[in-house]
Structure formats: C-alpha cells, structure tokens
C-alpha cells in the first residue's frame, strides 16, 4: 500500500507562488509516474502536470505551462508542484497522485490540499 501526503496549500493573492509537496510511504516505491491533479468547485479534474518517475520527463496541461514546474526527489520519494503567477482560475482542491501501472493509470491519490487564490 502507498500513502501520498500533499502539503503547501494556502491562501495566496493573485501573482503569488506556492510550492506543494507530496511525500509518498509505504511499500517500494517505484511508480511510473506522478501527477498532480486539480478540481475546482463544480468542475471535474483536470490534470495538472505529471512526471515520468524514472527519466524526469515531464508533461503540463496547456493552462499552466510556463508558470507551474513540477519535479521530483527519488531520495525522498516526493515530488513537488512550484506554482508561480497564480491566478484566480487556479483556486482548487490540489492532489497527489502515483501511476504505477501506466502513465496516466493514477491508482493511488492523496488527500487534496485547497489552493485559493485571490484577485
């Protein structure tokens, strides 16, 4: 069983960044990839950015390219989302999520961390 615990969310201003933090336990642990995953109010999940645990290789959703960068530490089994010139439109419920059975096969999820921004 893998555990992922998100940390970092907060309340911001528009124009302000936040770095969250994932820290993933348990069993060995090797996914394949990590992403996270964002839902505002109302709306479904959008994939954020996600990376290839192995190589580093890394994709972003066209929303945020340029101001988010998400990486890895595989000595700690934590990868990290550095959000940058935050906008309203990025309020959500971020999360943490481990794919070890495919690039986007998310089978392990933490528990969301609230990011508000506000204009």
């Known amino acids: 069983q893998v555990e992922l615990v998100e940390s970092g969310g907060g309340l911001v201003q528009a124009g302000d960044s936040l770095r969250l933090s994932c820290a993933a336990s348990?069993?060995?642990?090797?996914?394949?990839?990590m992403g996270w995953i964002r839902q505002a109010p109302g709306k479904e999940r959008d994939v954020v950015a996600s990376?290839?645990?192995?190589?580093?290789?890394?994709y972003y959703a066209e929303f945020v390219k340029g101001r988010f960068t998400i990486s890895r530490d595989k000595s700690e089994n934590t990868v990290y989302l550095e959000m940058n010139s935050l906008k309203p439109e990025d309020t959500a419920v971020y999360y943490c999520?481990?794919?070890?059975?495919?690039?986007?096969?998310?089978?392990?999820w933490g528990q969301g961390t609230q990011v508000t921004v506000s204009s």
């Open positions: 999520a481990a794919a070890t059975s495919g690039w986007d096969q998310y089978d392990y």
């Open positions: 990376i290839a645990w192995s190589s580093g290789g890394a």
């Open positions: 348990g069993r060995t642990f090797s996914p394949v990839a």
